[in-house]
């Protein structure tokens, strides 16, 4: 996980630990003989790309600094049900109080790896790269993010303060879309691309003609697309085309098809909660 901010990570799971386990765990409180040692089992219970062990690892290793995570896959693996993903061994009250958070993470970002290979699989020859929106889980964007990484797509503006996207709403405050763009183009200078969303032909000529570098179509149909598709690049054969929005597994071929360069999927829509995986604890 190279790439991702490793103390952000720590300050999320040490939040999480904290809204999970309150002033403590009084079951295992109660239940539980002090220095009780036991061995816990991640078990897959159907075929998934692994993602979120060394987020696993950091909870239990915030709660005990000598506890770790011994892995018999890697993130970004696919395994098939019934595979044991990792164990560790330790006292039994700290593997109790963070089964639950450690457990919710890897379920959560296999889920994200798993149908982002999907989609990327979907449109494999095509030349379309899936990337992610901005619709993600508050909190969890860094981290779902690398799970999207993990199952093959690939990573657009990751927040407000990398890109530059305008919209429909932006167009109501600025005087339109003209004015918006020429706006940004003056203030942001040649550096930075900016990208605009456009609905019809009249908005298409008015964002290439102005010197958009990526048109956004959204929540658009496959045919609208591709209507849009070749005339955008009858006026600039170099701009771009990313299309986001009612973009499902069942047609997302039909986007790549249509000559979408990015298909941005929302990863709070499009993958399932959780991917089924126990941890399975036993006293030693």
Known sequence: MNWMDEGALYSQIAMMLREDLGRGDITSQAIVQRNTRARGRFVANQKMIVAGLEAAEEVFLTLDSQQQLEAFVSDGEEIEAGKVIARTNGFADILLAGERVALSLMQRLSAVATTTNQFVRAVAETGAQIVATRESTPGLRMLERYALLLGGGSNNRFGLDDG???????????????????????????TQKIEVQVSNEEELRSAVELGADIVLFESLSPEEVSKLTELGRSLSPLISVECSGNVTLGNVRSFAD???????????????????????????
């Not at 360069?261 to 995986?277: F, K, T, V, W, Y």
């Open 164 to 190: 530059v996207v305008l919209a429909a709403n932006h167009f109501a405050v600025a005087d339109g879309l003209a004015t918006a763009v020429k706006n940004a183009k003056a203030k942001l200078g040649h």
């Open 258 to 284: 249509a000559g979408a360069n990015l298909i941005g999927i929302n990863l709070l829509q499009c993958s399932p909660a959780a991917m089924d995986i126990s941890f399975v604890i036993q006293p030693f």
